[in-house]
């Protein structure tokens, strides 16, 4: 017998009851959660939840909703022991929402120590997504120039976020990566995407990329598709 037909010819009671039986069904303990927080019956909630993390391990898309159901029960509780605990893991799990949530549990005397903390933590747990967001969010300037030192792609978009400040270190990474692109170009698209990144930093950085193009004309003066890319973009 399916709920529907349970809720058109029974009472509430027994509505209930049938979900409280099925809660293997994913979907019946989500309302049974529901319920639950709905009546602020957040300790059952909460036992819920917690049942249901450990009886789903393989499937990780529900152990971050039940998750986050959790946290909501914690935070409709006023649990904020728990709701830091769980903000955290959420939070190294990709999930940059929880970053501003952890952020507001914490008096701004603690949070300076609390970020460096996150920001370590982020690292090691290899979560470079939610941790450019966080700096970025934050904007961290330092620590996004090193990010973009690091990973040079990423100065492409994130070079805003750091200038006037850093400007010729913006010229030199956005240089630096011109060459290696340049270097490993070996068709016209590939050139196209080179001369485009010299325009991005010729915007970004005024006359930053005279030098790296006077070399791409020296050096690869014999592919004339790189150098038709390069009169595009007035280089040549």
Known sequence: ???????????ENASQKFINQNLNNIDFRYMAIKSAMATRGYDKAISLCIEGEN???QYPG?????????????????NKT??????????LDG???????????YSKSE????FNEVLKKTEKAGARGVYLKIITHE????????????????????HSHILPEFKLEVGQIFTDYIRRRASGADNRGQYSEVCNLIKICD???????????AEIIQQYARKPAFMDEMRKIKKL
């Open 62 to 78: 529900i152990i971050k909703t039940l998750q986050e159901m959790r946290y909501a029960a914690y935070e409709g509780m006023g």
């Open 82 to 91: 728990e709701q830091k605990a769980l903000a955290l893991t959420l939070l």
């Open 203 to 213: 915007k970004a950085c005024p006359g930053a990329t005279d030098k790296v193009c």
């Open 111 to 114: 949070w300076e120590n609390v």
């Open 95 to 105: 999930e940059f929402d929880y970053f501003l949530k952890y952020k507001n549990l």
């Open 1 to 11: 017998m399916g709920l529907e037909i349970i809720n058109q010819f029974y009472d």
């Open 139 to 158: 904007k961290h300037k330092p620590r996004i120039l090193a990010y973009c030192e690091k990973y040079q792609n990423a100065i492409v978009d994130y």
């Open 55 to 57: 009886e789903n391990r």
